[in-house]
């Protein structure tokens, strides 16, 4: 299976927050990134954080890193139906001098009204 | 935010014809380009990674004699499956890296895919 590793599926009602989860390989040091996927479509890049940060905001879009526990969440606050899509964690290591990301398997989001 | 093309966007062809896919980095010049190829409902996986102006470099199991990559230019690189078969069929993704790198600007942009039917 992938390094990376997703929860496969989330529903959430409008206006409510949402949480994706992720879990990554060991590695000394690392980007992450969220990517945003919708129905064939190509990956939106929604935002990325270095192993050295707890936390980034963007807008509606918080990530927050558990370097301990290689453990990622983006969450989406005010969810709305243009949010659902499928969401991709990715992993870069800096070692790796191409750049190669690493993804999870994608969390399907599903807004409901 | 950067931009990646793809063309076509969506194909059909016969088994047994080849069939080539191009990827261009619109407003940036890109040191590194990446093929995925996806499933449907699932993850990404990566095929082969290509630097302009020497040969790619091909994932375990991905035959490269099947999915020939050329990246010509900074701008370009292209993807032909030759001989194609219905279990080809598949969306094909690119990514280009930007060739300014390093530090935590640098990242991958996808291109909008190619949707790939082999009758």
């Known amino acids: 299976g992938e390094d990376v590793e997703q929860s496969l599926f989330l529903s959430v009602r409008e206006g409510d927050s949402s949480v994706i989860n992720c879990t990554y390989t060991?590695?000394?040091?690392?980007?992450l990134y969220w990517y945003k996927q919708e129905p064939g479509a190509g990956l939106q890049l929604l935002t990325y954080?270095?192993?050295?940060?707890d936390m980034k905001q963007d807008q509606r879009l918080t990530v927050l890193l558990n370097k301990k526990d290689k453990h990622l969440s983006l969450r989406i606050a005010d969810t709305q139906t243009g949010d659902s899509a499928i969401y991709f964690c990715?992993?870069?290591?800096?070692?790796?001098?191409?750049?190669?990301?690493?993804f999870g398997a994608g969390t399907q989001v599903v807004v409901t009204p | 935010g950067a931009v990646v093309s793809q063309h076509p966007s969506r194909v059909i062809c016969k088994s047994g014809t080849s069939v080539k896919i191009e990827c261009r980095s619109l407003?940036?010049?890109?040191?590194?380009m990446f093929w995925y190829r996806q499933f449907p409902k699932k993850s990404l996986m990566l095929m082969a990674t290509?630097?302009?102006?020497?040969?790619?470099?091909?994932e375990q199991g991905v035959e490269k004699d099947k999915f020939l990559i050329n990246h010509a230019s900074l701008t370009l690189s292209t993807l032909t499956v030759t001989s194609a078969h219905p279990e080809d069929s598949s969306f094909y993704i690119c990514?280009?890296?930007?060739?300014?790198?390093?530090?935590?600007?640098?990242?991958?942009?996808f291109g909008p895919g190619t949707r790939l039917l082999v009758l």
């Open positions: 990514s280009a890296r930007a060739r300014t790198s390093g530090g935590a600007r640098e990242t991958q942009y």
């Open positions: 060991d590695s000394s040091s690392t980007y």
């Open positions: 954080i270095f192993s050295n940060m």
């Open positions: 990715a992993e870069r290591w800096t070692t790796d001098s191409w750049g190669k990301l690493q």
């Open positions: 407003d940036f010049q890109a040191t590194t």
């Open positions: 290509s630097n302009e102006g020497s040969k790619a470099t091909y």
